[in-house]
């Protein structure tokens, strides 16, 4: 029997196979087997519409079929047809600033991605950071801790949402996090949590977040945020 080059059954089996499935269906139920495993002789009348196939075998046949099935199947994050999904412009541009953000430290740039209703959520905490304030101060804090900060990969889960898969160094801890950013439909991001792992390097990371911001997480407090912000770190 023919295989296209993908590995597909040729079209007159194809058709051969649909022609009936209800009675082809009908037809398998008389598939017996024996107590050695071998197939008996009624697959002789289940096979007898499809053309002869001396070069492969029944094994072999379904090996090509499972692995057409699998190349079209369609997983989480992708559209039928396969392509993933993107993000919409306004939030690629923000995410494009982002990238620039992390390369050059650029506060005021950062402080114009952020939603004013943006919530941070901390690695440290379950409770979630809100505010436009306390996010820009964390972040602006961090991006000057790490060290040889690079992003490996970055997944689109739709057309606001990003996660984006680091790496870096505090001191002697090397470490590996994931950024997930939320954006609105203007662009600016209004969630972001971060995870990181492992969990001394995390320690060494809220060791030195407390050291560099500890006055301004103070000064937090007189405006009555310190419930979460001084927990976070």
């Not at 499935?21 to 598939?31: E, G, I, S, T, V």
């Not at 002789?41 to 046949?61: H, K």
């Not at 923000?94 to 690695?123: K, M, N, Q, T």
Request: glycine share 6%; hydrophobic share 45%.
């Amino acid at each position: 029997m023919p295989l296209s080059p993908c590995g597909e059954p040729s079209s007159s089996l194809v058709d051969a196979m649909m022609t009936s499935p209800r009675a082809l269906a009908c037809d398998f139920r008389r598939l017996r087997f024996s107590r050695k495993a071998s197939f008996s002789r009624s697959w002789r009348g289940f096979f007898a519409a499809a053309p002869a196939c001396p070069r492969l075998s029944f094994s072999s046949f379904i090996v090509n079929l499972l692995k057409c099935l699998a190349s079209q199947a369609t997983f989480p994050g992708e559209q039928p047809d396969g392509r993933n999904h993107a993000l919409a412009p306004q939030p690629q541009r923000s995410l494009d600033g982002w990238h620039r953000f992390v390369a050059s430290g650029d506060r005021d740039l950062l402080a114009s991605l952020l939603s004013e209703h943006i919530v941070f959520r901390s690695p440290f905490v379950q409770s979630p950071i809100p505010g436009h304030t306390a996010t820009l101060l964390v972040l602006t804090t961090v991006v000057q801790i790490f060290e040889n900060f690079r992003y490996d990969r970055i997944f689109i889960a739709g057309s606001h949402d990003a996660a984006l898969e680091f790496a870096a160094n505090i001191g002697k801890w090397q470490l590996k996090g994931i950024d997930l950013i939320k954006f609105n439909d203007a662009g600016q991001m209004i969630e972001f949590e971060v995870m990181i792992r492992p969990i001394k390097a995390l320690q060494a990371l809220g060791e030195e977040m407390g050291n560099r911001i500890g006055p301004q997480l103070s000064w937090q407090a007189g405006r009555g945020r310190s419930a979460l912000i001084v927990a976070a770190f």
